[in-house]
């Protein structure tokens, strides 16, 4: 029964050798030549070759971001937007991490010159507008840090002042004395 539902045949229905119908042909792109033949092996060639280029030119461009005179200010920008709302542990590590590798005087005295940052003036521009938009982030951060901390000492607040002030005994026995003053 179970041959017939999953139409398989006995032993001796398959000396043809045919496919079924239902069986297709897979596509071109995975025929013996491309697997096997000198076509699959340029085309695997020109993947690997293709994927090395990207990762040299990727690294030469970290290369050109790490070596350009702003690239300590954008560190400091960024250290800086990470202290926002950080616990007193995580704000030393990060100082320390500034004064082991002295980055202030890094920072002061590469953006002290007064001449072209670099020779690649789109790299000056994006370090420029990176630096810019992380000093208005930690801005950004710290307003809406200082805000939520306002709200929850307020929250804190009320709450603190809801739990002292109603004292449950000393409400009932004013209501006590203010209805029966003979009791008391």
Same mark, same amino acid.
């Given at each position: =029964?179970e041959?017939? =539902? %999953?139409?398989?045949? @006995? %032993?001796?229905? $398959?000396?043809?050798l045919?496919?079924?119908?239902?069986?297709?042909?897979?596509?071109?792109?995975?025929?013996?030549?491309?697997?096997?033949?000198?076509? @699959? $092996?340029?085309?695997?060639?020109?993947?690997?070759?293709?994927?090395?280029? /990207?990762?040299?030119?990727?690294? *030469?461009?970290?290369?050109?971001?790490? /070596?350009h005179?702003?690239?300590?200010?954008?560190?400091?920008?960024?250290?800086?937007?990470?202290?926002?709302?950080?616990?007193h542990?995580?704000?030393? =590590?990060? !100082? $320390?991490?500034v004064?082991? $590798?002295?980055?202030?005087?890094?920072?002061?005295?590469s953006? &002290? +010159?007064?001449?072209?940052?670099?020779?690649?003036?789109?790299?000056?521009?994006? =370090?420029?507008?990176?630096?810019?938009?992380? &000093?208005?982030?930690k801005?950004? +951060? @710290?307003?809406?840090f200082?805000?939520?901390?306002?709200? +929850? *000492?307020?929250?804190?607040?009320?709450?603190? *002042?809801? /739990?002292?002030?109603? *004292?449950?005994? !000393?409400?009932? /026995?004013?209501?006590l004395?203010?209805?029966?003053?003979? +009791?008391?």
């Open positions: =029964m041959e017939i =539902m %999953y139409e398989f045949g @006995g %032993y001796s229905d $398959n000396h043809d045919e496919a079924p119908e239902y069986f297709e042909c897979p596509p071109e792109a995975f025929s013996d030549e491309e697997l096997f033949g000198s076509a @699959g $092996n340029t085309r695997s060639l020109e993947i690997i070759s293709a994927t090395n280029s /990207s990762i040299v030119e990727e690294e *030469n461009i970290q290369a050109k971001i790490s /070596s005179p702003l690239y300590t200010k954008l560190l400091l920008s960024y250290l800086d937007c990470r202290k926002v709302g950080a616990p542990e995580i704000v030393d =590590m990060l !100082d $320390n991490i004064q082991e $590798n002295d980055l202030h005087r890094r920072s002061i005295s953006t &002290a +010159l007064n001449q072209p940052i670099s020779d690649d003036s789109e790299l000056d521009d994006f =370090m420029v507008t990176y630096c810019d938009v992380l &000093a208005k982030l801005l950004d +951060l @710290g307003r809406s200082n805000e939520a901390t306002t709200f +929850l *000492n307020d929250i804190q607040t009320q709450l603190t *002042n809801l /739990s002292t002030t109603i *004292n449950i005994s !000393d409400f009932i /026995s004013k209501r004395f203010l209805k029966h003053p003979r +009791l008391l």
